[in-house]
């Protein structure tokens, strides 16, 4: 792909293979609605802009490479590519004008991903969504900002709600003087952060203040739940899942959270989250319950 096909950005008629233009994200970015998918999608639509890709928190890589497993990511999991769907690497290749290789490269990641599989003598095809790895730092992404945004952000609110307390309770007098000060020193960053309305700088200090708060409980696989807690912060896009909005009340909970850590009384720490989770009074949070089917 050229260099000039990259810099394209303004392009009118781009069809359902561009449903997902992506510059910086915003909070509040709508995507429109799905249309009824036909009995036998083709690789017929106008050509994406592989060059407007959306920076993400996993590991996809960069360049064409790491645009391409984003398009075809998001086109998978919004459903533009329905389970089952055949994907053949010469029409991936023709239609996004990358090499062999980008493309191969490409499906071994989604492959990774649980998005496709590869069988000899079957090919490559879309796997369902039972097979995805839910927890992957890039679907939870695709997903907060696709068509399943609703389910997404609640999934990961009620994932924090079941995990963030419990690992507060556990983080309780561990002892680990290091990463309590380097806690301290995130709601420090943070109340200067609200005084300054500079909501990058808070938010990036929540995401670091939580995903310490696992590491401190001493549970070693709630600590490997920390990019997802992480990711959950950074698509938010609201208060449904994070607490990333600069204000004093959110200020206090951490500092209150913080200080029960120190004195190492679970109880008041697990309240202090769960609390903490719930911080923003207009959004009418409810415990997380079994949902009728």
């Known amino acids: 792909m050229t260099t000039a096909r990259l810099s394209e950005t303004s392009r009118s008629g781009l069809g359902e293979l561009d449903r997902f233009p992506v510059g910086e994200r915003t909070a509040e970015r709508a995507f429109p609605e799905r249309g009824t998918p036909g009995p036998s999608p083709r690789w017929d639509a106008p050509e994406p802009e592989l060059g407007r890709a959306r920076r993400s928190s996993g590991s996809r890589g960069r360049g064409l490479h790491g645009q391409l497993v984003q398009q075809l990511g998001q086109m998978i999991v919004s459903g533009d590519l329905g389970a089952d769907r055949p994907l053949v690497p010469e029409e991936i290749g023709q239609r996004f004008e990358v090499s062999r290789t980008v493309v191969r490269e490409s499906l071994r990641v989604l492959e990774a991903k649980g998005l496709v599989s590869a069988r000899p003598n079957v090919g490559t095809r879309v796997r369902p969504v039972a097979d995805w790895n839910l927890l992957d730092p890039d679907i939870i992404e695709w997903r907060a900002y696709g068509p399943q945004r609703d389910d997404q952000r609640r999934e990961l609110f009620e994932l924090r709600w079941a995990i963030e307390p419990l690992a507060a ?5 561990h002892g680990r003087d290091e990463i309590h000060q380097r806690m301290v020193d995130m709601t420090e960053i943070m109340s200067h952060a609200a005084e300054q309305a500079d909501q990058v700088t808070f938010s990036r200090a929540d995401t670091e203040f939580h995903t310490l ?7 070693r696989m709630l600590e490997h739940l920390a990019g997802i807690v992480g990711s959950a912060l950074n698509v938010s896009g609201g208060p449904i899942t994070s607490c990333e909005r600069p204000s004093e009340p959110s200020v206090g909970l951490h500092t209150r959270l913080v200080d029960a850590l120190g004195t190492g ?4 720490a697990e309240a202090a989250m769960r609390a903490l989770l719930t911080v923003h009074p207009e959004v009418d949070h409810v415990v997380p319950a079994p949902r009728e089917h």
């Open 169 to 173: 309770r556990l983080a309780a007098g």
């Open 265 to 268: 009384d679970g109880t008041a």
């Open 213 to 219: 708060l696992l590491e401190l409980s001493g549970n």
